[in-house]
């Protein structure tokens, strides 16, 4: 991709030591997502993928249980009660050191009930093909944002990330780097960086 370059000096690199911290990494991912985003969690079984999609939902205002829709592939959630903020199209979002700029700027308000938020678990699929079959065109709109747990398995069908996070198992917690694709995925990153490293629950070792 022709912003490589650009996105390497935004690798992020942390250590997450416990459960809640890992929802709170997903709260701040909801925070900064821009809509018609596209998030990989790479990572195997028991990483973590799950909980912080659980801290992004709930973010938005989600009270119920969330679960890898393994058997379903894919879980859609509205953003009842909520008002997306879309900056999207804030050239200004850009811009370091005006952290908040694009909540007083956002006139672009979106009813909650426009957006949509798709959970998938690919784990079970078996060939990317089937991918076409779920429709997985018409959930990835622009107008949504999904998370997608076990992308590879829908490599050459599933659109590219934005984003990819990347959990890996430590003796103690997990380790999760953030892996900008796109534009988009940077900026998201670079606005979470601002937050974490004000965050006293993810707190190490950012490179
Ligand atoms: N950063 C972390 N440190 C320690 N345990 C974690 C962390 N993140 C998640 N866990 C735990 O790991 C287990 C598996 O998490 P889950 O989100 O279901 O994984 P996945 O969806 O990747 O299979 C859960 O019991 C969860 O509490
Ligand atoms: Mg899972």
Same mark, same amino acid.
């Given at each position: 991709?022709?912003?490589?370059?650009?996105?390497?000096?935004?690798?992020?690199?942390?250590?997450?030591?416990?459960?809640?911290?890992?929802? #709170?990494?997903?709260?701040?991912?909801?925070?900064?997502?821009?809509?018609?985003?596209?998030?990989?969690?790479?990572?195997?079984?028991?990483?973590?993928?799950?909980?912080?999609?659980?801290?992004?939902?709930?973010?938005?205002?989600?009270?119920?249980?969330?679960?890898?829709?393994?058997?379903?592939?894919? #879980?859609?959630?509205?953003?009842?009660?909520?008002?997306?903020?879309?900056?999207?199209?804030?050239?200004?979002?850009?811009?370091?050191?005006?952290?908040?700029?694009h909540l007083t700027q956002s006139k672009?308000?979106?009813?909650?009930?426009?957006?949509?938020?798709?959970?998938?678990?690919?784990?079970?699929?078996?060939?990317? #093909?089937?991918? #076409?079959?779920?429709?997985?065109?018409?959930?990835?709109?622009?107008?949504?944002?999904?998370?997608?747990?076990?992308?590879?398995?829908?490599?050459?069908?599933?659109?590219?990330?934005?984003?990819?996070?990347?959990?890996?198992?430590?003796?103690?917690?997990?380790?999760?780097?953030?892996?900008?694709?796109?534009?988009?995925?940077?900026?998201?990153?670079?606005?979470?960086?601002?937050?974490?490293?004000?965050?006293?629950?993810?707190?190490?070792?950012?490179?």
């Amino acid at each position: 991709m022709s912003d490589k370059h650009h996105n390497s000096n935004l690798h992020i690199h942390l250590k997450i030591m416990s459960e809640e911290a890992m929802t #709170e990494l997903g709260a701040c991912l909801a925070k900064w997502v821009r809509l018609g985003s596209v998030i990989y969690l790479d990572g195997d079984l028991g990483a973590g993928k799950t909980t912080l999609v659980r801290g992004f939902l709930r973010a938005f205002g989600h009270q119920g249980a969330v679960k890898s829709p393994t058997f379903t592939l894919v #879980e859609p959630y509205s953003l009842e009660n909520n008002i997306f903020y879309n900056y999207n199209e804030l050239e200004d979002v850009l811009k370091p050191d005006d952290n908040n700029k694009h909540l007083t700027q956002s006139k672009a308000e979106l009813r909650a009930d426009d957006v949509k938020i798709y959970h998938f678990d690919l784990y079970r699929l078996e060939d990317p #093909e089937e991918l #076409e079959y779920v429709g997985i065109r018409d959930y990835l709109d622009g107008q949504s944002i999904a998370l997608i747990e076990w992308p590879e398995k829908g490599y050459g069908v599933l659109p590219g990330a934005d984003l990819i996070i990347k959990i890996t198992h430590l003796n103690q917690g997990r380790e999760v780097e953030l892996l900008p694709q796109s534009e988009n995925g940077r900026v998201i990153v670079s606005k979470l960086s601002k937050d974490i490293k004000t965050d006293f629950l993810i707190h190490d070792d950012i490179k």
